[in-house]
């Protein structure tokens, strides 16, 4: 699949990434006791923002899972450790590609990129810590979906 | 806790041919007594982020080969550690590292095996099955002066792909690569196949 995130165009295997957070998904989902709130809210996708601030929202989103989340996930299954571990090094691989146009000054960070993230990061901080990288996790579906409809 | 008394496995390495990547070490020999091994990997992620963590490799029952198909642990295209233990009833023996990480771009990929026929007029390729990660571009053409050159794309191997229909009196050939997305490489090109369709030239 290839991402255009305004002049910044990466290709990625979404499909697999899929395939894999699907094996792990619903026994995350269900560890989540916050179902009345959301992290990844609707108003703050991707694709509603300017094409210019998409790669930077981006970068900082996955960011996000890298270092508090993926990171932060506690689990005894080998089965979940492996794809958390596949998830966590396609992350790192799409910000590889992601870092390559921050190089060619392709992936600007504006306003709506800052205030985006900001508001993200505001509700993953209104939790629990653990309660936090839970239900993150579990909004992976919603973060694939706005990488699929970038695509 | 077993004392790690026996030797740590040595010499690991892994092979990686058309994206299916065996890990392999020397032998521990303790004569009449069968060893098992442990296999652990980390991708880039875990050595960044997670140093303490290693993963029981989807591999993960006890070994008794010196060997492990590592392929389903290696998902992503960045640098892979792997760790083999050596285990004989409570004894188990230090962890033993691979010493340089492994990166799946650097895979051998070799040009598939083809066989060209016919069937009536139609031309018809039928590609070596290489598994899920390999893609293969067939080039085909008419056998003449200045031939043009048409290229398909084929997703999987082990089934007959019909190219093109042929006239009679003409030959037509062949040849195909392996493409592999995930790595953004190919492999040389296959011999090429011929094939041939009796009967007289039709007039121009």
Redesign the interface.
């Known amino acids: 699949k290839t991402l255009r995130l305004g002049s910044c165009v990466i290709?990625t295997?979404l499909q697999?990434i899929q395939s894999?957070f699907s094996e792990i998904r619903d026994s995350v989902q269900a560890e989540d006791r916050n179902i009345d709130t959301r992290i990844l809210s609707k108003s703050l996708s991707l694709q509603d923002t300017e094409p210019s601030d998409q790669c930077c929202l981006l970068r900082r989103v996955l960011r996000l899972y890298?270092?508090r989340v993926?990171?932060n996930y506690q689990t005894s299954d080998?089965h979940t450790?492996?794809k958390i571990?596949?998830l966590?090094?396609?992350?790192?691989?799409i910000l590889k590609d992601l870092r390559l146009c921050h190089d060619r000054k392709t992936c600007h960070c504006g306003e709506e990129a800052a205030e985006k993230y900001g508001q993200i990061l505001s509700h993953f901080e209104e939790l629990a810590p653990q309660a936090a990288v839970v239900k993150t996790l579990g909004e992976l579906d919603i973060f694939l979906q706005w990488l699929e409809e970038t695509s | 806790d077993g004392v790690a008394v026996l030797p740590a496995p040595q010499n690991l390495s892994v092979h990686s041919t058309n994206m299916k990547h065996i890990l392999t070490w020397s032998p521990v020999v303790v004569p009449g007594q069968t060893i098992y091994y442990s296999v652990q990997y980390q991708g880039e992620y875990e050595s960044l982020y997670l140093s303490h963590m290693w993963i029981p490799s989807h591999w993960d029952s006890p070994i008794a080969k010196p060997e492990c198909d590592v392929t389903d642990d290696i998902t992503a295209t960045v640098w892979y550690n792997f760790r083999v233990s050596a285990t004989l009833g409570s004894q188990t023996s230090a962890w033993s590292i691979l010493e340089h990480p492994f990166n799946r771009n650097s895979t051998v990929l070799t040009p598939p095996k083809t066989e060209v026929t016919k069937d009536g007029s139609h031309m018809v390729i039928e590609l070596e099955d290489l598994g899920p990660h390999l893609e293969f571009n067939v080039v085909y053409w008419r056998s003449e002066p200045d031939a043009e050159e048409r290229s398909k794309l084929i997703k999987n191997g082990g089934i007959s792909v019909h190219l093109q229909t042929m006239e009679p009196g003409a030959k037509y050939c062949a040849k195909a690569q392996t493409l592999v997305k995930a790595i953004e490489r190919r492999s040389a090109f296959s011999r090429v196949e011929c094939v041939e369709v009796e009967g007289e030239a039709l007039p121009l």
């Open positions: 290709s295997n697999k894999t890298l270092e993926f990171k080998p450790l492996r571990s596949s966590a090094n396609s992350f790192l691989t």
